[in-house]
């Protein structure tokens, strides 16, 4: 189903459906086989669902250059949680520029431990698709000058990328309009840009034109915190913009209703500014390579009622590979003591007091963008005008980023904040750049829930796995009316996979995971089937043949398609995923 979310545009969240989640287009399945049947092929739903048993923490270390380095090992790092030093069970040093999503074994590692990932070798070019860059305009905030002046730098940018043929860019906004899917095509990419407008900057329009003057941070402080002193400062601004004179509790109430109307509308826009953003994550975790967010926006304020909303798109994030960084929209700016010309009847004597609210919100604008960035390794851009610069440094992603994983001892399913923290041991001169926290779970993740989330990061990757001895083979026919199949094999030899008894069976089962992208890289459908194996000692002694074949047959059109297969085992959870270029004439 949709991802949706209340005040959030239905267009823009009915096109980022999760792909994973589309029915498999397959042929009818098999009638189904007699129980004394030693194997049986049976189709299932393509659904996955991520859970939490392992915490990924990103890290960029950067040298005092600010260059990212990725010369460091796991015996480098040093993990706490909330203050309790944690055993680093997942070591992963991903090599971002180059072969996208490839994984390089550190330095001081020569020999692979436990939990360790190391580097397949790295490919040459298939003329497939291999890094994605989606620009996320947070009109819901901007404004219209910083809007303009954004879009034309995002223009510039998109233009200098175009050397790479290889590169898919979309636009998207978290208003939900205009749009544009992954394309190369910059005519299509440009006018996305020109159609992105101010209309839906409601919030921004309501804070100045209300009696009296009601920023988000300042209406939560006094609607949801009872903030005396806040409503006292938008009370007396109420006297001298309603010329009450000195009815003052006419004035508190002018001051309650704007806060009360602040608060809704502010928490109205947060939740859409994170749903554009989980439903963009989604979207890209079907594409096949390095992919990156690049979300321009003057910050907006994440309270605590929407932190664990916050944490869990980072985890999303982490786990589809997705690297978000920010440009602060704002650029320079500085804060007007006495207001701006746009707010003449302002009461002086308040000024002071609401100037510490408008810098505590502008701070938590800030941190937003800060804790989003670091959390998936994303760089932050802020503090300066120059957008060309900003977008040349977000849209490009560290060289190296370190991923941690690590099972909380004694963790407690209470949906509490842990802090984190991660140092280096023994190296010095050098930044990191590392997720501040995360929420524990309410529920525990089952192993089904494992196995689904490994076949999915498998799926939706580029990265070649062979632990498992399984070949793709594709062929594909046309009929005499025109129409087109395209027929995927997934070839498993069984002689080297572990069984368990049973009775007198032996058993294992085999998912086998199918599926195609277009030329630039969009899912288009996928189809998943499951191999139970219940072998007799007879048959499982002899293990003789070529072993299983698994079909999976898609209707498709002319053009170019990569097929995709992952196959992965109940018993041992080894895995296999390979990729296929096929071209249909």
Do not use: C, W
């Given at each position: 189903m949709p991802i949706a979310a209340k005040g959030f545009n239905s267009k823009l969240v009915s096109f980022l459906i999760f792909p994973a989640l589309l029915c498999a287009q397959a042929p009818d399945p098999p009638k189904p086989a007699p129980t004394s049947a030693e194997v049986t092929t049976k189709d299932a739903p393509l659904a996955f669902k991520s859970g939490i048993n392992l915490v990924p923490v990103t890290v960029v270390v950067r040298d005092a250059r600010g260059k990212a380095i990725g010369t460091l090992g796991r015996d480098d790092f040093q993990l706490s949680d909330n203050g309790k030093p944690q055993m680093i069970s997942r070591f992963t040093l991903e090599k971002l520029s180059g072969a996208a999503g490839a994984t390089t074994p550190s330095t001081h590692e020569s020999t692979p431990t436990a939990g360790t990932t190391t580097a397949p070798a790295a490919t040459p070019t298939d003329g497939i698709p291999d890094r994605f860059v989606a620009y996320l305009f947070d009109d819901m905030h901007m404004t219209p000058q910083d809007l303009n002046d954004t879009k034309k730098a995002a223009g510039r940018q998109i233009d200098s990328s175009s050397a790479n043929p290889l590169e898919r860019t979309a636009i998207y906004a978290i208003s939900g309009e205009p749009q544009q899917e992954f394309t190369g095509d910059r005519d299509k990419l440009h006018a996305a840009l020109a159609a992105l407008g101010t209309s839906h900057n409601t919030f921004a329009k309501m804070q100045h034109n209300t009696c009296p003057e009601m920023t988000y941070y300042m209406g939560n402080q006094i609607y949801a915190q009872n903030d005396s002193k806040a409503l006292s400062i938008a009370a007396n601004d109420a006297l001298i913009c309603a010329h009450l004179d000195k009815e003052y509790d006419t004035a508190v109430r002018m001051a309650q209703a704007a806060a009360r109307d602040a608060d809704l509308l502010g928490d109205k826009n947060s939740e859409s500014s994170l749903e554009a953003l989980r439903n963009v994550v989604a979207r890209m975790a079907s594409m096949p390579g390095q992919r990156t967010i690049v979300l321009v926006s003057p910050g907006f304020l994440v309270l605590d009622n929407r932190r664990d909303e916050e944490m869990a798109l980072i985890e999303r994030a982490i786990k589809a590979n997705v690297v978000i960084a920010a440009l602060d929209a704002r650029g320079l700016y500085a804060l007007t003591p006495g207001g701006d010309a746009s707010q003449p009847d302002v009461n002086s004597?308040?000024?002071?007091?609401?100037?510490?609210?408008?810098?505590?919100?502008?701070?938590?604008?800030?941190?937003?963008?800060?804790?989003?960035?670091?959390?998936?390794?994303?760089?932050?851009?802020?503090?300066?005008?120059?957008?060309?610069?900003?977008?040349?440094?977000?849209?490009?992603?560290?060289?190296?980023?370190?991923?941690?994983?690590?099972?909380?001892?004694?963790?407690?399913?209470?949906?509490?904040?842990?802090?984190?923290?991660?140092?280096?041991?023994?190296?010095?001169?050098?930044?990191?750049?590392?997720?501040?926290?995360?929420?524990?779970?309410?529920?525990?993740?089952?192993?089904?829930?494992?196995?689904?989330?490994?076949?999915?990061?498998?799926?939706?990757?580029?990265?070649?796995?062979?632990?498992?001895?399984?070949?793709?083979?594709?062929?594909?026919?046309?009929?005499?009316?025109?129409?087109?199949?395209?027929?995927?094999?997934?070839?498993?030899?069984?002689?080297?996979?572990?069984?368990?008894?049973?009775?007198?069976?032996?058993?294992?089962?085999?998912?086998?995971?199918?599926?195609?992208?277009?030329?630039?890289?969009?899912?288009?459908?996928?189809?998943?089937?499951?191999?139970?194996?219940?072998?007799?000692?007879?048959?499982?002694?002899?293990?003789?043949?070529?072993?299983?074949?698994?079909?999976?047959?898609?209707?498709?059109?002319?053009?170019?398609?990569?097929?995709?297969?992952?196959?992965?085992?109940?018993?041992?959870?080894?895995?296999?995923?390979?990729?296929?270029?096929?071209e249909i004439p």
């Open positions: 004597k308040s000024v002071l007091g609401r100037l510490s609210y408008t810098t505590t919100e502008n701070m938590m604008q800030s941190d937003a963008l800060a804790i989003i960035s670091s959390g998936t390794g994303g760089a932050l851009y802020e503090g300066t005008n120059d957008y060309d610069e900003g977008f040349a440094r977000t849209a490009a992603t560290p060289e190296y980023l370190y991923v941690l994983g690590f099972s909380p001892l004694d963790l407690k399913l209470d949906g509490k904040y842990h802090n984190l923290k991660v140092t280096l041991k023994g190296v010095t001169g050098m930044t990191l750049q590392v997720r501040k926290g995360y929420y524990a779970p309410t529920h525990a993740t089952n192993p089904a829930d494992q196995a689904k989330e490994a076949i999915e990061e498998a799926f939706f990757s580029r990265d070649e796995i062979r632990d498992l001895p399984a070949v793709l083979q594709t062929q594909y026919f046309k009929a005499d009316n025109g129409d087109v199949r395209l027929s995927a094999t997934a070839e498993v030899d069984i002689k080297k996979l572990g069984f368990h008894k049973e009775g007198d069976r032996n058993r294992n089962d085999i998912t086998v995971v199918t599926g195609l992208f277009d030329g630039d890289g969009n899912y288009v459908s996928g189809a998943q089937k499951i191999v139970e194996m219940r072998l007799l000692d007879d048959t499982l002694a002899k293990r003789t043949g070529p072993g299983i074949a698994v079909k999976s047959s898609f209707a498709v059109h002319s053009g170019r398609y990569v097929v995709r297969m992952v196959v992965r085992d109940s018993e041992g959870q080894l895995m296999s995923a390979q990729s296929k270029l096929v």
